[in-house]
């Protein structure tokens, strides 16, 4: 399998063009800031308040804007044209992620200088929330691969981003209904679980559990998206 | 056409030479969106032979173009195959496919029913006459033998001959003639 960083870079491009006219897409970005803003003003000061709009972020710009603008791509019928192009399936997916991977972590970085967030050891919380928008970047390529149009992906994204912004408060629950208990496995738990241990003082080895898991995930997600995608390219 | 010209590493020098393929220069700097059905066939044709691929694709390449641009695009194609470029027409216009296509194959419920070359079908199905006009604009059918010859000869002797026509089927016919069905 082929790569070129000037393929990707052109299909990066192309979606920055696409996503910037999108102002039903675009306009997405700015509401994990504006939680970051109010979250502060409200004085919350905890990694699950600080977490929630970084879990937010990941939902709405990783997962939300990439299944749009896989959608978008595939509703135009452009999607088609990429494939039969001399990209490969991994500067295809690579280039048509790298928007979505930028602006999650441009806007994860201000979410937290708006929330005053200042992790412990900011290099294991930043691995983990690259690792972690893997993941959702992955699973927004697989609901725009899915979709048939903008419009159905629009809708089919709306449970992953109930699920993953706001599903770690389940585990509030998790005493009495047992069975909540594997919502702890969830990525976006995982994180918390990560962030917290960070806080407390642990170092790389002390959170090599929580990076398996989402590891895991991503490795996953990017199969299954690999596998749909190898499907859209045939007729 | 600029994330194609990226995408198969050409030079963006490419494109006007593209646009100019399909008779597009002029409207070079117009949005896709602003552009008719036509023209829009045409970028997508213009995009499609930018990389002078060796094998290319064509599903009715001109059914939305005039004339003046179908000519335009005949000429291209034929260009482009000269070039090296293998073309595989797909056309419901039968006076396509003979200006176009080297070979021609009719296909039909999914099978290929006839191929060879269009010169070399309209005379395995030509009935052998001709046709003969006079001066009169009476037509004339003679048979393409020593008889036909003889008659053919007589006419001429006489100069009463304006046109001489070969009654060469049509690949239309042709193609009616070994489906049994129309073209849909």
């Known amino acids: 399998m082929t790569f070129s960083w000037k393929r990707v870079n052109a299909i990066f491009q192309k979606d920055y063009k696409d996503f910037s006219r999108n102002m039903a897409v675009s306009i997405v970005i700015f509401l994990p800031l504006i939680m970051a803003a109010l979250y502060s003003r409200m004085g919350v000061d905890s990694i ?29 019928n452009t999607l088609r044209g990429l494939m039969l192009s001399p990209a490969s399936t991994l500067e295809i997916l690579g280039g048509k992620s790298l928007l979505s991977f930028v602006l999650t972590i441009v806007i994860i970085f201000f979410s937290a200088f708006l929330s005053e967030y200042k992790p412990a050891n900011i290099a294991i919380v930043a691995v983990a929330i690259i690792l972690s928008s893997l993941f959702y970047i992955g699973i927004g390529t697989l609901l725009g691969l899915v979709a048939r149009s903008v419009m159905e992906s629009s809708v089919i994204v709306l449970p992953v981003i109930g699920i993953f912004s706001v599903g770690s408060f389940v585990t509030v629950w998790a005493e009495k209904y047992p069975i909540l208990k594997v919502v702890e496995y969830m990525p976006n738990v995982q994180l918390i679980d990560l962030a917290e241990k960070v806080e407390a003082g642990a170092g790389f080895a002390d959170v090599l559990s929580n990076f398996g898991i989402i590891s895991v995930w991503v490795v996953v997600v990017c199969l299954l998206t690999v596998s749909v995608f190898k499907k859209r390219m045939m007729d | ?148 010859a003889e008659e053919m000869y007589q006419l001429m002797k006489e100069n009463r001959v304006v046109t001489v026509h070969s009654n060469e089927p049509t690949l239309g016919d042709i193609f009616v003639k070994v489906t049994g069905g129309e073209l849909v």
């Open chain 1, 48 to 76: 699950q308040g600080h977490f929630m709009t970084i879990n937010m972020t990941f939902a709405m710009v990783g997962t939300y804007v990439q299944c749009c603008l896989i959608a978008e791509e595939k509703e135009k």
């Open chain 2, 1 to 148: 056409m600029k994330l194609y010209c990226q995408l198969y590493d050409l030079p963006v020098s490419k494109i006007e030479e593209a646009l100019g393929f399909v008779n597009l220069k002029e409207a070079s700097k117009k949005k896709v969106s602003e552009l008719s059905k036509g023209m829009t066939q045409r970028v997508l044709l213009a995009r499609a032979t930018l990389h002078e691929p060796e094998l290319l694709f064509l599903d009715e390449p001109t059914s939305a173009l005039d004339p003046v641009n179908t000519l335009h695009i005949y000429e291209g194609l034929r260009a482009l195959n000269k070039k090296g470029t293998t073309i595989f027409l797909t056309t419901h216009d039968m006076q396509e496919a003979d200006t176009l296509c080297d070979r021609v194959a009719f296909l039909n419920k999914g099978k290929i029913q006839i191929m060879d070359e269009p010169s070399e079908l309209k005379k395995k199905f030509s009935d052998l006459t001709l046709t003969v006009e006079l001066e009169n604009k009476e037509k004339v059918v003679l048979q393409k033998d020593a008889t036909g």
